[in-house]
């Protein structure tokens, strides 16, 4: 059996080895290696593939919420409310754009951002509202987006780890992941669901204003070259990541099916397993499992990681500390037991493999050795 990675990114390039060595040949021949073709063409595939207006292609995840947050001409102290149970770039750039990032509690099944906390949260200083789609799967953006709308608020969504996602509405209608509030950020980093060779991110939008101002401040603030409207940041996809891009985003799809047949397989094991809650789906959005990421109940988990890597099989907890308990991130207003959910995530959920190339062999393997361990 192949050694089992967390996300076997080997074994899917050997997959995909000709397209992406001739793509990246290509590129290399084309001499092309900033804003070329290939660029272009995946912005225009992305667009295509999302059903959104605009895509700007920029140098990583951080990056793209960071450009979102600059594009709305926020003042330093205004408030943007994010999750507690996040990955910290989303926190990141709200602090670093001097804002105040507001935390509020997530849903205990869905890990995503509590609509009626995000309302209790707002004050006459809140501006945004940034909803993480956790894991692989759209935090619940129509109540997020009505609240919005009320209080006159931006949505940032951060979609790094739900590309390709798909959130219904009551009326019916779908929408993309990260196409639905006033900007959706991504991140193209290698272990994304749509990852490339090195760095990458994106911004969506369907304003046409927005889109003009987030390609300016990529760009050193200029529309005409040297001529610098407003201060802007150096933030581009080179050509050799967006051709691999190109490659991978046709497979897309198939990869999502991929892990979620892994997901399923994981979830029959484990359905009577005691002390393990399988990942609910949420109601409104189709999940591309990012993670697969159990709830442990009365178990050690980092005892079972111990066990699981002795069998050759890595296991992650993501994420150990909130953020309102990170050390970057201590301010009086929070202190332990505010976030409850959130907390209580921290110190229970553990993350098994998932990705596009798992064999049943391996899934067996990860399968009856969790077992076994539970059974201790
Ligand atoms: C990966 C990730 C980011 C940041 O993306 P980078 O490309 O690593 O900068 C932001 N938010 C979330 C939720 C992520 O998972």
Not at 51 to 65: Q, S
Not at 216 to 239: E, K, P, W
Not at 312 to 323: K, Q, S, T
Not at 347 to 370: A, D, F, G, Y
Request: aromatic content about 8%; hydrophobic content about 40%; some cysteine.
């Amino acid at each position: 059996m192949k050694a089992i990675q967390m996300v076997d990114l080997k074994s899917q390039y050997e997959n995909i080895q000709s397209e992406i060595d001739s793509a990246v040949l290509d590129v290399i021949r084309s001499s092309a290696f900033i804003n070329g073709p290939e660029v272009k063409a995946f912005q225009e595939e992305l667009e295509n593939y999302l059903n959104v207006k605009h895509v700007i292609p920029c140098a990583n995840g951080t990056d793209a919420l960071q450009i979102a947050m600059m594009a709305l001409d926020l003042q330093p102290g205004d408030e943007v409310i994010t999750a507690s149970f996040t990955y910290v770039a989303t926190a990141e750039v709200i602090a670093l754009l001097q804002l105040k990032p507001v935390l509020v509690d997530v849903h205990p099944d869905t890990f995503n951002i509590d609509p009626l906390a995000v309302e209790k949260a707002i004050t006459p200083r809140t501006k945004a509202i940034v909803p993480v789609h956790l894991f692989g799967q759209c935090a619940d953006m129509e109540p997020i987006m009505e609240i919005a709308r009320r209080h006159h608020l931006f949505v940032i969504e951060d979609t790094a780890q739900a590309i390709g996602a798909k959130y219904s509405f009551s009326n019916g209608s779908s929408a993309s992941a990260g196409t639905i509030g006033d900007i959706g950020a991504t991140s193209f980093f290698p272990s994304k669901n749509l990852g490339c060779y090195g760095d990458g991110g994106a911004l969506f939008t369907n304003n046409d204003d927005l889109a003009a101002k987030m390609r300016m401040i990529a760009n050193h603030g200029q529309t005409v070259r040297y001529y610098h409207d407003v201060v802007g940041v150096n933030s581009r996809l080179d050509s050799i990541q967006a051709a691999i891009l190109r490659v991978k985003l046709r497979k897309l799809n198939e990869y999502s099916a991929a892990r979620n047949e892994a997901a399923r397989f994981y979830d029959e094991a484990f359905a009577d397993e005691a002390k393990l809650n399988t990942p609910e789906r949420a109601k409104n959005s189709t999940h591309v499992f990012h993670q697969y990421t159990l709830i442990t109940d009365g178990l050690d988990r980092f005892a079972m990681q111990e066990f699981l890597s002795s069998k050759g099989i890595p296991a992650m907890v993501y994420y150990p500390v909130p953020l309102h308990l990170q050390k970057a991130y201590t301010d009086p207003r929070y202190k332990e037991g505010d976030f409850p959910v959130t907390e209580e995530l921290c110190k229970r959920v553990i993350s098994l493999p998932m990705h596009t190339e798992l064999t049943n062999e391996q899934l067996e393997w990860i399968v009856s050795c969790v077992k076994e361990f539970c059974k201790a």
